[in-house]
Structure formats: C-alpha cells, structure tokens
C-alpha cells in the first residue's frame, strides 16, 4: 500500500524563524512529489520534484527530493504570519491505467506567531 | 479564469437523503477527480476521470457516483448521505493524467454536514 507520511504533522515557530517540513514516501513506481500549500479553502500549488538533489526554489520557499532515502524536505526562510498554512505532501505513483496515483501525506499545520 | 468551480459551498443533509456536488472546470482539462478531507486523514480519492464518458473508482468510493458526460462537469452523488460523509469535498483537475508532469488544480471544497 502506498504511503506518505509527513513530519511535524503542528509546529509553532515565531516570525522570522526558518523551519523544515518533512515528507517520507513509499510508493510503488514513483514518479513524482508534490508540495501544496493549503489555508482555509483549497490547496494551491507550490513545487513538484522529479528529480533527487535538484532543488527548487520560489522567494522564501525551496524543496529538494532524495530518490535513494525517499524523502523530501520544504524549507521555509525568514517566516511570516501569511506562511500559517497546512503544508501537503503528495507522491504520485504511475499504475499504467490511467489513474490518479496521487497518495497525500495528512500535513503539516504550521503556525507562525508574531 | 474561473478554474475549477464546486458548489455548494456548504451543505447540510438529514441521514437517507441524496445530494448531488457539483464540479466545472474550464480549463479544458482531461483529468477530473473528486477528493475528501478529513482530520487527520489526509486527501483521500474517491472518484476520477480521464476523460469524457470514463470514470473509474479511487481509494474509498463507497457511498458514492459520479458520471462525465462532458469535459467540463464532473458531479459527485450521494445516493443515500451517511453522518460518516460528513467532510470537505475538493474537486480537482488537471489537463491530464500523466505522472511525470501535471500538478492538480483544486476547487476551493464543499463542506458537507450528514445529521
């Protein structure tokens, strides 16, 4: 069965700190992974990763894949209130029918204090 | 763009009544699927779509239909709502189902409240 399993699943920090998100994979015929950024409605996209040790990087927020250990970290850096979100990982897997594939991890509630 | 648009936004249902969630998209996408949160549980798939006229089942589809006749709309029936539907429902698309690529756009969910 596939799994996805995230780590802290709450973290309060204060603003100004850097935290890290964790996300551990097991899926079969992975191919991708997938951060969203969720606050009070839907979850909006962030990075997807496909390849180990790339990382990608927008503004404050970065992310790098590790194929071999099978984890991804999400860095956040200088935090600020509006980065108070649930932070969702997602392994996508290929079934070869045509299915979705996409097992989510249960999040992160990251809380930024002032 | 609109995106993807669910409605309603709020819902609630007395045990044994049938409700339907409604999903549009105008993307243009292939890919359509119907997700539900829950504390602690994550996303979980219950539905999805490659395209018009095909639906197949997701990880907990029990309880629930869906049906693609067009590429736009992707509607999700409760036949009969149980209080253990009471979540958030998210619709998501996508232009297709390739692993390699394609990130899922969301709606923005339906709160669902079975009594």
């Known amino acids: 069965e596939d799994k996805v399993v995230q780590s802290p699943l709450s973290l309060v920090v204060h603003e100004g700190d850097t935290v890290t998100l964790n996300c551990s994979y097991e899926v079969t015929n992975f191919r991708s992974l997938l951060w969203y950024k969720q606050e009070k409605k839907a979850p909006t996209f962030l990075f997807m990763l496909t390849s180990s040790g790339i990382e990608k990087k927008s503004g404050r927020l970065s992310s790098i894949l590790d194929k071999k250990e099978l984890f991804s970290i999400l860095n956040i850096t200088a935090t600020q209130t509006g980065d108070s979100a649930v932070y969702l990982c997602?392994?996508?897997?290929?079934?070869?029918?045509?299915?979705?594939?996409?097992?989510f991890g249960k999040g992160t509630h990251l809380i930024i204090q002032p | 763009n609109a995106g993807v648009t669910q409605t309603p936004k709020f819902q609630v249902l007395k045990t044994g009544q049938s409700m339907t969630l409604q999903c549009a998209q105008d993307m243009n996408h292939e890919y359509m699927s119907w997700y539900r949160q829950d504390p602690g549980m994550g996303l979980r798939l219950i539905h999805y779509s490659v395209g018009a006229g095909i639906t197949d089942q997701g990880e907990v589809p029990n309880g629930y239909n869906v049906s693609r006749s067009t590429t736009e709309d992707f509607p999700l029936r409760l036949l009969s709502a149980a209080p253990s539907q009471t979540s958030v429902y998210f619709c998501?698309?996508?232009?297709?189902?390739?692993?390699?690529?394609?990130?899922?756009?969301f709606g923005e969910g339906s709160r669902l409240t079975v009594l």
């Open positions: 998501a698309s996508s232009y297709d189902s390739s692993p390699l690529t394609r990130e899922l756009f």
């Open positions: 997602a392994a996508r897997s290929w079934s070869g029918g045509g299915a979705d594939g996409l097992t």
